[in-house]
């Protein structure tokens, strides 16, 4: 990892909420495994990115511009490859901290608890620590918890930008704008990025018990039930 690549600039322009719901949401959709439907949304994605500020925005139409000029079995191939065969590129954000180890568990369980005291709950399609989810939950369920959820994992979050970055990735723009939503690291989690960069996601352990057992359920923690996460959706999308 190169020092230029880690130090992020000081100076950011601050998103109103209507611009942080369009930046989650688009990069929500940008970062999911690529789909014909993922493609239909990419002109929205263009569209919409366009009231963002710069260092947001222009990431994500960088990648639109890449998803055009490429074919779907050849972006979901690319997919697979940078992020289901490198540690350091991927998208659950606990396993930057915990890797497959048992205190993951009890890390996943607070995106769990964190969704249904919102109201919100996840299907069993995909861990709550998925970034997909994260940024889906903070467009659209609540955006203050969601943002500290990623700010909770800010060094994995920026280990993967600085990862996808050094891969050459085109994903690596659409992370870059999630993180231009966030305020500028400080000297500790720059520390704290530089030391994840260094020795990786810890270990695997064996004998692990699976994250998503009947005890690591504590049950809706408002009243009624809970509301499932909705698919991302832009201001005027029909």
């Known amino acids: 990892m190169s020092r230029r690549t880690l130090i992020r600039p000081g100076r950011r322009a601050t998103l109103s909420a209507e611009q942080l719901t369009i930046a989650w949401q688009s990069a929500s959709l940008l970062l999911d495994y690529p789909t014909e439907?993922?493609?239909?949304?990419?002109?929205?994605?263009?569209?919409?990115?366009?009231?963002?500020?710069?260092?947001?925005?222009?990431?994500?139409?960088?990648?639109?511009?890449?998803?055009?000029?490429?074919?779907?079995p050849d972006l979901q191939a690319d997919y697979v490859e940078t992020f289901d065969t490198r540690r350091r590129c991927n998208l659950f954000?606990?396993?930057?901290?915990?890797?497959d180890t048992r205190k993951r568990g009890m890390a996943l369980l607070r995106f769990k608890q964190a969704y249904l005291a919102a109201g919100f709950a996840v299907t069993d399609e995909e861990l709550p620590d998925h970034l997909c989810v994260v940024?889906?939950?903070?467009?659209?369920?609540?955006?203050?918890?969601?943002?500290?959820?990623?700010?909770?994992?800010?060094?994995g979050?920026?280990?993967?930008?600085?990862?996808?970055?050094?891969?050459?990735?085109?994903w690596a723009g659409v992370v870059e704008a999630v993180?231009?939503?966030?305020?500028?690291?400080?000297g500790d989690e720059v520390d704290a990025v530089r030391r994840l960069a260094a020795e990786g996601p810890p270990e695997e352990e064996?004998?692990?018990?699976?994250?998503?057992?009947?005890?690591?359920?504590?049950?809706?923690?408002v009243p009624g039930s809970p509301i499932p996460l909705p698919m991302p959706s832009f201001p005027g999308a029909r």
């Not at 940024?135 to 500290?148: I, K, S």
């Not at 979050?157 to 085109?170: A, H, Q, V």
């Open 206 to 221: 064996v004998g692990l018990t699976p994250y998503a057992t009947p005890g690591f359920d504590p049950g809706p923690a």
């Open 37 to 72: 439907e993922m493609l239909g949304h990419v002109a929205l994605v263009r569209s919409a990115s366009r009231a963002l500020p710069e260092h947001v925005g222009d990431p994500l139409r960088r990648f639109t511009d890449h998803v055009e000029r490429n074919l779907l």
């Open 179 to 186: 993180t231009g939503t966030l305020p500028p690291l400080r």
């Open 135 to 155: 940024l889906e939950f903070a467009a659209t369920g609540d955006q203050a918890t969601g943002r500290q959820l990623m700010l909770d994992h800010r060094a």
């Open 157 to 170: 979050l920026e280990l993967l930008r600085m990862s996808l970055r050094d891969l050459g990735s085109p």
């Open 93 to 99: 954000l606990t396993y930057f901290a915990h890797g």
